[in-house]
Antibody, heavy 119, light 108 residues
Framework: QVQLVQSGSELKEPGASVKVSCKAS????????VGWVRQAPGQGLEWMGW????????TYAQDFTGRFVFSLDTSVSTAYLQISSLKAEDTAVYYC????????????WGQGTLVTVSS | EIVLTQSPGTLSLSPGERATLSCRAS???????LAWYQQKPGQAPRLLIY???SRATGIPDRFSGSGSGTDFTLTISRLEPEDFAVYYC?????????FGQGTKVEIK
């Protein structure tokens, strides 16, 4: 069965960087894009963008340009989200999700990674 | 950017009752590219409906979606105990692919 398994929780100080991984299994990685969604504590879902796994081309929502980088290692079927210059307001659960083939909804989700930014 | 507004914010119902959730878009959605997700506390969202009315794999037929243009509805015909959760709509016809703010369905 399709699975997306994310890396574990992170506690970082303001100004640091974090890299979240999302390992896919049970399907051909390069046939479906991977999206990223943020959920701040007690809040709703926020679409961050997605990366095409065949070309590596990323698309970012406006609020997620600059400090946020999507990347891939197709040899291990893994997508990454790197956030630099962390701020307290980046504290959230970050989800990766498989984009349905050709269109933009998410049919399978990772379990989420809690990133806490605190001194 | 297309803004999705969900209503009501909270729906208080009893098991067995019918739930009707609304999602209104600030612009007409192309090709009815609207999805619904369910999220329970501490869990990742789960896809319920895509393309306005197509149920995802394994989703019971008590869940149905309808609508067009700017007005969309998720209906749960008879609430089961496991259906009490937060529901989000998402449009994917126009980038950025935005989510609504969610509707919480709680036990009355």
């Amino acid at each position: 069965q399709v699975q997306l398994v994310q890396s574990g929780s992170e506690l970082k100080e303001p100004g640091a960087s974090v890299k979240v991984s999302c390992k896919a299994s049970a399907y051909t990685f390069t046939t479906h894009g991977v999206g990223w969604v943020r959920q701040a504590p007690g809040q709703g879902l926020e679409w961050m963008g997605w990366i095409a796994t065949d070309t590596g081309n990323p698309t970012y929502a406006q609020d997620f340009t600059g400090r946020f980088v999507f990347s891939l290692d197709t040899s291990v079927s893994t997508a990454y989200l790197q956030i630099s210059s962390l701020k307290a307001e980046d504290t959230a659960v970050y989800y990766c999700a498989r984009k349905a083939r050709g269109i933009g909804f998410f049919d399978y989700w990772g379990q989420g990674t809690l990133v806490t930014v605190s001194s | 950017e297309i803004v999705l507004t969900q209503s009501p914010g909270t729906l208080s119902l009893s098991p067995g009752e019918r739930a009707t959730l609304s999602c209104r878009a600030s612009q007409s959605l192309s090709s009815s590219y609207l999805a619904w997700y369910q999220q329970k506390p501490g869990q990742a969202p789960r896809l319920l409906i895509y393309g306005t009315s197509s149920r995802a794999t394994g989703i019971p037929d008590r869940f149905s979606g309808s609508g067009s243009g700017t007005d969309f509805t998720l209906t749960i015909s008879r609430l089961e105990p496991e259906d009490f959760a937060v529901y989000y709509c998402q449009q994917y016809g126009s980038s950025p692919w935005t989510f609504g703010q969610g509707t919480k369905v709680e036990i009355k």
